[in-house]
């Protein structure tokens, strides 16, 4: 901390107070391109190098490029650190830097802000020679008064144009210096991580950045009468971090699959961009094709070819595939389809998060379409789940659909740096001849599974087809025959599930209420639960990580519990609105699909608000859904 | 040095000599007098020829009539969605470039529900040949219009007569960035279609070839007078063509087009009042895209060690 | 290394075939050491089902589905090992293993056989794999993998992953016809030739798909890693002519064929095996190829009365032939 040091000997303010506190949130939010997301990107990753638990993520507004200084149009990162592990983004932010007041009214406007929030505000605007931007912040900083935050006006494009003659330009770095002095973060780490942050830029660019951060530094030390400290704890295992996108993207690496095809598609593009700067050297081929349906047909024909494939797509692509995930199925083709939710139906949030593809992924192929759906819920999982993904499509020959979701593509999290096996990659494909007689689809009777041959095996020939077929692939329109192979697909998928051990259950194994959640919000969830336990409820939650098939024992461990209940990002009608009843009430798709499988009146608790569950609304449902249940409070 | 070992059939795996029967699988169940079954001929004819190994080729096809090709062949085969057989050969070529690809598709499979890949696939201009079994007409679904049926026929879905004039797969296929060889030929004249296919085989890329059929049951009239009257047919000929000896005095109308010559190709290939055959257009060096993008070949400790330096760059 | 200056360029430019070859032997490695280290089993499963399935998955009962290969018997075991050792030195061996000295006491073709067939160990190897693997390796019938593999029986997709060999030699030890069984597959073989050598030794090997050359200069090679076919090459030092003849040139032989220079003097001496005639008639071999015969182009057309009946009937071969505009 010797720059740090020399920087605080300069201008030391009259009177610091030291706030010491477990976590907070902070948010950076400007107009679209004055880099606040990399500004929150440098300041997260240190934060989690230096030992705290971090969750990041990126507020991407739906335009590319809004209007500037519009409350719609905010862009930027919320990054929420703590003393221990974080798992989610949280509730409300505690400090923001804002680039207008604009963008600043906006985070107001959707209650992202704390009651006590810390402000710093880029203050230029107040004396903007525009008399409607001068009306502008008048209005807005009239509106935000009548709340408890803590205004602290900053002016940062004056402080910047000193270094860089862009006013735009900078902002990002001098916001970063000012948040490296409130919790003071070490400098020797930010400026090693700006240095990482523009590896591919000029000498030059680095060190304006870095003055630039000093200079934020140098204001913040000279002007702001307090400093937050969150403890850290050094990590005791080598940790990485990324995006979810990202840790798909490596995971299909370390599962030494060769072939991926997509269509680019918000938000599951960027796991291929991630590849088609190293998929190459993997020996892979990133194939962009020129539609959605192309990509499965692409992935499909590899995969029946040699080596599992796989394909990346989002809500509305994962529709247009449905019918070649049809014939996978049918011609019991191996595939890995990764679909990261958005907001839907239709075109919907293409940049927010949703759980809306469930029942689409499982049933949504016309026929009896059986195949595996998984559900990842940390960014480290969706590294480990495409192992597992491509090992379990090979080792039945079936589709296994991977869903993530928006939250998990941009979310950012520290993990343990996954130890690679080489077993996790796929093997090399064995050529060696069919012995004679062997026919492609010799269905094992009690297991349901059948060989692959495979094109360059001497004798193995056949001819797929997405007809019914019989064991040899020849088509067969016999009643017999169809029912038959139709009892074998749906077999070793029986088979699967008969491999798969219960959930866990976090909390008590009985009690009040059990919340099921799936995919991203486990972390929200878990917390929630936390919550709950602490003011004496009696309330535990389980994540499932198979959809289908289902985890084994659900049944008798909701029949352990009060009440059952999902929390889920899709629709489901609230109880109590207009026409809605009992009988019409449309239910979250996880509820849907458990009230059938097991006969239990499940409840949900679903909101579509185009953001990640926080984890203090889920508390205020499972406070909603315990009350009169027998256990109570305790 | 020993000598001893006897190599296993495995090991003598080029001493094979496919015959017909090799590649011969089952009675096709097209109607008598479809135009498939001499385009299966054909091809059964180049495999010979060719020697290629049964378990090194694929066919690929949709589905429709013509698409029950792989069937009928005892080679790897596919036969897969209506109108998405190029995108299933292109997965097939890309991961296992070593494989022989064929890619077997009908008139409503290449031009209409699979239109967007068909131009796609010419543009990437992999290696493998693409057959455009066009008999005018939906077959299996029994007599729909499909976008080759002729203008003012009438069919199941359009009993008034097909309304618009219809698309020209040639001249689509000719106006594609990247296109590297478009041949068409006739079902009814065995010499040509061979040499066509043939050619198209040995074309280092993507060979269209659109074969001009009659549907026995719904459109058997439509080449009746050209099936007569070779007259009507306007041969196009060329040191660098494909021109089989064996019609040259049934086939007396000749045109002389370099294949080379993509401008004289595509005014060639408009429709007129006379039937065209032959090679339209060759390039040999246009891009491939399987070649540009084909990747090393890496080893699993590779793999690992690669990865575990893709996981420095994210370490903290 | 090889000190020679020429044979250090060579090995540099045929990197890439051996890059492929070693690829090749790797691969196989790799998998003679998975059949070493695979013991089908839950702990197997475990590993290759990764930590996501920690947990969530009994890989006991998941092993019951996926245990496909059985474990390698005794003699397997005893093969696999031998298979790896084998792999391991020519893995481990530096790219002198490519290069063969002949030197003045000639037999330079069987020194390559020798050298082929050492070297395709890899090719063995890979095959005695498949055997094991389908439990009919039989020592008696199949041989050692150590066995040594001569060239004559590689398949063909053997000899398109056959190593590249840069042979040093004398001069008049250079006998193309000896080497014309090799011209397959991706067989590279550059020679290094010492001394005056027959002035078009290499003409006899000119085929339609094969990259024939005599060169000053190892460091024209640059063009042979893209090529996909078989290649012989001659660096030489003295009079003789020079000329690459490359299939991707176009479709006939004079387009093919692009001759630098030829002897000014023709040869009137013995060398080696080559009678002086018979060096002469290289020659002419050499100046026929790269003639374009006046006729070809219309071989149909009027007007060739005058035109040498070889020719004509040259143009009719190729057209019947499907060479025509064909690669």
Redesign the interface.
């Known amino acids: 901390m010797t720059a740090a040091a020399a920087l605080l000997e300069r201008d030391v303010p009259v009177a610091t107070r030291v706030l010491t506190l477990p976590e907070h949130t902070i948010e950076i939010v400007s107009d679209s391109g004055e880099g606040a997301q990399k500004c929150g990107q440098i300041f997260g990753a240190v934060c989690a190098k230096m030992g705290n638990g971090v969750w990041t993520v990126e507020i991407i507004p739906a335009e590319i490029q809004p209007p500037p200084r519009i409350a719609e149009g905010a862009s930027g990162i919320r990054i929420r650190f703590a003393t221990g592990p974080v798992t989610n983004w949280g509730d409300q932010t505690d400090l923001v830097v804002a680039f207008n007041e604009q963008v600043l009214v906006g985070r107001h406007l959707l209650g992202a802000l704390a009651s006590d929030a810390i402000i710093l505000l880029e203050n230029s605007w107040a004396s903007n020679p525009d008399p409607d931007i001068k009306a502008a912040w008048d209005q807005a900083l009239a509106e935000l008064s009548g709340y408890g935050y803590r205004i602290i006006e900053v002016p940062m494009e004056e402080q910047c144009l000193t270094v860089d003659d862009n006013p735009r330009k900078g902002k990002n770095m001098f916001a970063l210096g000012m948040l490296a002095y409130i919790y003071d973060r070490s400098l020797e780490r930010i400026e090693e991580q700006i240095a990482y942050a523009f590896r591919r830029k000029s000498e030059a660019v680095y060190a304006k950045n870095v003055a630039l951060m000093r200079l934020g530094y140098g204001w913040a030390a000279a002007n702001l009468d307090f400093r937050i400290e969150i403890p850290t704890t050094p990590p005791q295992q080598a940790l990485v971090v990324m995006n979810g996108n990202e840790a798909l993207g490596m995971g299909a690496l370390a599962s030494g699959m060769e072939l991926c095809a997509m269509y680019p598609i918000t938000p599951a593009t960027s796991v291929s961009h991630y590849l088609a700067e190293v998929f190459r050297k993997f020996g892979g081929i990133l194939h962009q094709a020129e539609d959605e349906i192309a990509a499965a047909g692409v992935a499909i024909g590899a995969s029946y070819a040699g080596k599992v494939a796989f394909t990346i797509t989002s809500g509305p692509g994962l529709a247009l595939k449905t019918e070649f995930i049809g014939l996978a199925v049918m011609a019991e083709t191996p595939l890995v389809v990764i679909d990261v939710q958005r907001g839907g139906p239709s075109t919907g949030l293409p940049t927010k998060v949703e759980q809306s593809d469930l029942l689409a992924a499982l049933v949504g192929q016309p026929g009896d379409a059986p195949h595996v759906v998984m559900a990842p819920a940390t960014i480290e999982e969706c590294f480990h789940s495409v192992v597992t993904a491509r090992q379990i499509a090979e080792t039945f020959h079936t589709v296994v659909v991977i869903l993530s979701d928006a939250n998990l593509s941009t979310g950012v999290q520290p993990f343990p740096r996954p130890q690679l096996r080489k077993e996790w990659l796929a093997p090399e494909l064995d050529l060696s001849p069919v012995e004679e007689g062997r026919r492609p689809y010799e269905w094992d009777p009690r297991m349901g599974t059948s060989t692959r041959p495979v094109p360059g095996q001497p004798g193995g020939m056949y001819t797929l087809t997405g007809l019914s077929h019989d064991e040899a692939s020849k088509v067969a329109y016999d009643a017999g025959i169809h029912q038959h192979s139709t009892t074998m697909r749906s077999r070793k998928i029986a088979v699967l599930q008969q491999t798969l051990l219960r959930p866990a259950i976090y909390g008590d194994h009985e009690g009040d209420l059990l919340v099921v959640g799936w995919g991203s919000t486990k972390g929200a969830i878990e917390e929630a639960i936390d919550r709950a336990r602490a003011e004496g409820l009696h309330a535990s939650s389980t994540h499932l990580t198979f959809l289908s098939p289902l985890q084994p024992g659900l049944k008798e461990i909701f029949s352990r519990f009060r009440k059952v209940m999902t929390v889920e990002i899709n629709y489901s009608d609230p109880p109590g609105e207009p026409f809605i009843t009992e009988e019409n009430r449309r239910r979250g798709q996880l509820a849907m699909l458990l009230r059938a499988q097991t006969l239990c009146d499940v409840d949900c608790w679903t909101r579509v608000p185009g953001e990640p569950l926080r984890p203090g609304l889920i508390h205020a449902a499972i406070r909603d859904a315990t009350i009169g249940l027998a256990g109570g409070r305790a | 040095?020993?000598?001893?070992?006897?190599?296993?059939p495995?090991?003598?795996?080029?001493e094979r000599e496919f015959a017909l029967n090799d590649y011969e699988a089952g009675m096709p169940r097209w109607c008598p007098g479809c135009g498939d079954h001499s385009v299966l001929t054909a091809v059964e004819k180049l495999l010979v020829a060719e020697q290629l190994?049964?378990?090194?080729t694929?066919?690929?096809s949709g589905?429709g009539c013509s698409s029950r090709f792989?069937?009928y062949?005892?080679?790897?085969?596919?036969?897969?969605?209506h109108g998405?057989a190029?995108?299933?050969?292109?997965?097939?070529?890309?991961?296992?470039p070593?494989?022989e690809v064929f890619v077997v598709m009908g008139d409503g499979d290449c031009c209409s529900i699979g239109a967007?890949?068909w131009?796609?696939a010419t543009r990437y201009n992999m290696k493998m040949v693409a057959l455009l079994l066009d008999n005018s007409i939906y077959g299996l679904t029994k007599k729909q219009t499909s976008p080759t049926t002729p203008q003012g026929f009438k069919t199941n879905t359009q009993p008034f007569g097909t309304p618009l004039p219809p698309l020209n797969p040639l001249t689509t296929t000719l106006g594609t960035t990247n296109v590297s060889f478009v041949a068409q030929t006739a079902e009814w004249i065995p010499a040509h279609l061979y040499a066509t296919i043939?050619?198209a085989y040995?074309?280092?890329g993507f060979a269209f070839v659109r074969i001009l059929q009659r549907c026995p049951m719904y459109t058997e009239g439509l080449y009746n007078e050209t099936v007569k009257n070779p007259g009507m047919v306007e041969l196009l000929v060329h040191?660098?063509?494909v021109v089989p000896?064996e019609i040259d005095k049934i086939y007396t109308n000749r045109i002389t087009h370099d294949?080379s010559d993509l401008d004289s190709a595509r005014r060639l290939a408009e429709y007129s009042d006379r039937i065209r055959l032959g090679l339209f257009y060759?390039n040999?060096n246009r891009a491939r895209y399987d070649l540009l993008?084909?990747?090393?070949?890496?080893?699993?400790?590779e793999?690992?060690a690669?990865?575990?330096e893709?996981?420095d760059h994210?370490?903290? | 290394m090889p000190s020679d200056e020429r044979v250090v360029s060579a090995l540099s430019a045929l990197r890439p075939a051996i890059g492929r070859y070693r690829v090749a032997a790797s691969d196989t490695l790799e998998r003679a050491r998975a059949m070493l280290a695979f013991e089908p089993g839950p702990s197997r499963t475990r590993a290759a089902l990764g930590a996501f399935a920690d947990g969530r998955i009994d890989p006991e009962r998941f092993a019951l589905v996926s245990s496909g290969a059985d474990p390698l018997d005794v003699t397997g075991r005893e093969v696999v090992e031998h298979i790896v050792e084998l792999l391991e030195d020519i893995l481990g061996a530096s790219d002198d293993q490519f290069f063969v000295p002949v030197g003045q006491a000639g037999g330079a073709a069987e020194a390559i056989r020798a050298r082929l067939a050492g070297l395709g160990t890899a090719h063995t190897a890979a095959r005695i794999l498949d055997l094991v693997k389908r439990h009919s390796y039989d020592l008696l019938r199949h041989g050692s993998p150590s066995d040594g593999y001569p060239f004559e029986r590689w398949t063909a997709a053997e000899r398109a992953l056959a190593p590249p060999l840069v042979v040093r030699l004398d001069g008049s030890g250079l006998d193309a016809l000896e080497l014309a069984p090799l011209v397959d597959g991706c067989v590279r073989l550059v020679l290094i030739v010492d001394g005056p050598a027959a002035p078009a030794p290499l003409a006899r090997l000119v085929s339609p798909g094969a990259l024939i050359a005599q060169v000053d200069d190892a460091s024209l090679l640059a063009g042979l890693a893209e090529f996909d076919g078989p290649a012989v090459i001659a660096v030489m030092q003295g009079q003789e002519a020079r000329f690459v003849h490359d299939p991707r040139a176009g479709s006939a032989p004079w387009k093919r064929l692009r001759v630098d220079r030829m002897p000014t003097v023709p040869p009137r001496k013995t060398l080696g095996s080559r009678s002086a005639w018979q060096q002469r008639d290289d020659l002419a071999h050499l100046k026929a190829l790269v003639e374009p015969p006046s006729l070809a182009h219309s071989a149909a057309g009027a007007g060739n009365g005058h035109a040498d009946p070889t020719d004509r009937l040259t143009a009719w071969l190729i057209e019947q032939s499907g060479q025509a505009g064909v690669a």
């Open positions: 040095m020993t000598s001893h070992c006897a190599i296993l495995i090991f003598d795996d080029d190994k049964p378990e090194q694929v066919f690929v589905i792989p069937h062949l005892k080679t790897y085969g596919f036969h897969g969605l998405r190029l995108p299933v050969a292109t997965g097939v070529k890309l991961h296992r070593e494989l967007a890949h131009i796609h043939r050619a040995r074309h280092p040191d660098d063509g000896p294949p060759r040999e993008v084909r990747p090393p070949k890496v080893t699993s400790s793999r690992i690669l990865l575990n893709e996981l994210y370490a903290i």
